[in-house]
């Protein structure tokens, strides 16, 4: 924008309306400046001016010009069509994009270099130090994974901390910004913060070192009585009714409110945060807590859902708050759960009562941990046929609430996938060896510091063994699907993977799914220097959850041979119907317990309560008014359509098979 100094005319103008300046050239204008809007306006240092020329249509209807009236600025640029009123302090060292409105404020400041929250040194999962992440812009969950939980390879810290610190001084500046379309009202102190684009302030009251990564398609929103200190806001997140934040990162469309407060703490997509409180936590993508007496404290979580009163304990008074945990993707805790750290649950498993053991159930997914008289009990893979388990699946990728087109958290959301099916190979190998060991009559078994009952060992193995027939079953069908064979050769050259990467471990990079392999090759090239910026760092990350399926294939070929006897090949069309057929099988069995358990809702018991006042038939009306009858809810149809629909899908297969001499 070209600027102009202010002609005498305008200079005197501005004077008879109660304008002041320190030194009136160095204020300048936009050529069709007019003083018509500048009223009580103080200038001081270096001030640009735009247009004043549009107006502001506010809720109820008010109506109000574009202009400055009774405000301080000093060192600031204003954009076009900006409307600025009753700033009690001042603005100091800002530019202010265009159409953006700024009323009753106490202090808008930039003071020095500020790096706007880039750079800050979050003291995640272990309160006393030593897993820091250092918080910025681009910040995915996959590298803050990295960062906190490599510490075993200190040359790979020592570069992504220097990438961070690239990128954070590279950002440095003594001159905020306040982005286009931003209103900012009735707010205290705005101290060194970056706003970006149509966000929307209201009643904050103070903001503290930090950035509001707002934008056009993903606006932020920070609302009353919030307090923010070190922190950075993604786009799309909502932070609201006096939440509390101090050294924090907020992923991308995370929504915290209600005096939730969070210190030291990590924040992903899709998070949401209510009443309770958050310390040292790394909340991987979809972590959830509404209650008010909640405390989840130094915790690797993703997935999550926390019931009313779950707590976890860092401290064993001894030498301080030095221990964490981690609750594996799709873990959830019941009312007033408690887990003493350090532990480990593994992925998709529920916590019900107190425990104390520092159990590591990583290699026995879908379980139950249920305490009793201070012994936890395991129940593995029962969770495998649980109607809430299949509900979370569907329901996250329904409630990804991202609309930024850049997205920086890349989120598998496969309930079964090699990170979790590797885990059920393990454990079913697990839980014969206990049979093995300590003999098939015996009532109960110990695994590390949990009881597992005999027929809870009997279910968990089989219920291990139909997830993988489902699983293998699946990726051999997508292998497979709408290609027409004439020999078993044809067959064999189709499933031979594309790629050798894929075999071996995998591992689940806080919501990213990824061959171990590859997240090594990563590490090893950003220890070498080949991987030296957070943008690249990220597009690795994308790449690879681009490639998931097919580096999923090559896991499932090999694990063919070891859970069929199979050898992929000398595989034949007689083979294929065998998988099929045992696919089928697991899934409609699956499915069926699935429909019983959704049954469980339907219950005389969960009648409890209704038709308060009348006879079992008033109570089973009202019931049904109120949640609707069994066979046509939602639900139940879907799982009675997948029966069929998978069942079609396998036949269809099948008939493909037996065309082959």
Known sequence: MNYRHLTEDELLRLKSQSCLADDWGKVVVAEKFTTEFVHHTRFSGDVRLGVFQSEFTLPGGIRKHSGLRHVTLHNVTVGDNCCIENIQNYIANYEIGHDTFIENVDIILVDGLSKFGNGVEVSVLNETGGREVLINDKL?????????????????????????????????????????????????????????????????????????????????????????????????SH?????????????????????????????????????????????????????????????????????????QSNHMYKLGPIHQGTME?????????????????????????????????????????????NTTYLVPGVNLRSVGTIRDAQKWPKRDGRTDTNKLDFINYNLLSPYTVQKMFKGRE?????????????????????????????????????????????????RLEGMDFKSNEEIRARLKPDTSVGSGEWVDISGLIAPKSEI???????????????????????????????????WAYEKLEEFYGIRPEKITADDIIHIVEKWKEAVVGLD??????????????????????????EKEMDFEQVRGDFESNPFVTAVLKHIEDKTALGDELIGRMRKIG
């Open 592 to 617: 069926r317990l699935i429909y019983e358990d959704a049954k469980k809702e339907f219950s005389l018991a969960s009648m409890t309560g209704f038709g308060v006042d009348g006879s079992r038939a």
């Open 239 to 311: 932070v609201n009714d006096g939440a509390m934040l101090s050294r924090c990162f907020i992923g991308q469309a995370c929504k915290l409110g209600h005096n939730y407060s969070a210190s030291d703490s990590l924040f992903f997509s899709n998070c949401q945060g209510e009443n309770g409180e958050a310390c040292a936590i790394f909340a991987g993508p979809f972590t959830v807590t509404h209650h008010k007496s909640t405390l989840l404290i130094a915790g690797m979580f993703s997935f999550m859902n926390a019931g009313s009163g779950s707590n």
């Open 329 to 373: 993707r799709g873990a959830k805790t019941t009312s007033d759960s408690y887990i003493l750290w350090p532990a480990r649950v593994g992925a998709f498993s529920l916590v019900m009562g107190r425990h104390v053991n520092h159990s590591d159930t990583s290699n026995l997914p879908f379980s139950y941990l249920i305490e009793q008289n």
């Open 430 to 478: 697990t839980l014969k060896n206990l049979r093995q060991a300590s003999g098939e009559l015996s009532d109960i078994y110990s695994f590390h510091s949990a009881k597992i009952r005999n027929s809870a060992l009997v279910k968990g193995i089989k219920f291990y063994e139909i997830a993988i027939h489902k699983f293998l079953g699946n990726s051999v069908i997508k």
């Open 520 to 554: 090594d090759t990563l590490i090893n090239d950003i220890e070498s220097g080949k991987v030296n910026r957070l943008k690249c760092i990220n597009a690795e990350f994308e790449k690879m959850h681009l490639n998931y399926y097919t580096y999923e294939w090559t």
């Open 140 to 236: 995915s969950a996959h590298q803050a994974y990295i960062l906190a939980l490599y510490r075993h390879r200190p040359e790979l810290i020592c570069r992504m901390k220097a990438i961070a610190d690239f990128y954070s001084n590279k950002h440095a500046a003594t001159v905020g910004s306040i982005g286009n379309h931003v209103m900012i009202l009735n707010t205290g102190s705005i101290t060194n913060v970056r706003i970006g684009d149509y966000c929307h302030i209201c009643g904050a009251s103070r903001l503290s070192n930090g950035s509001v990564n707002s934008n056009k398609v993903a606006p932020v929103y920070i609302g009353h009585g919030v307090i923010c200190d070190d922190f950075i806001i993604s786009s799309g």
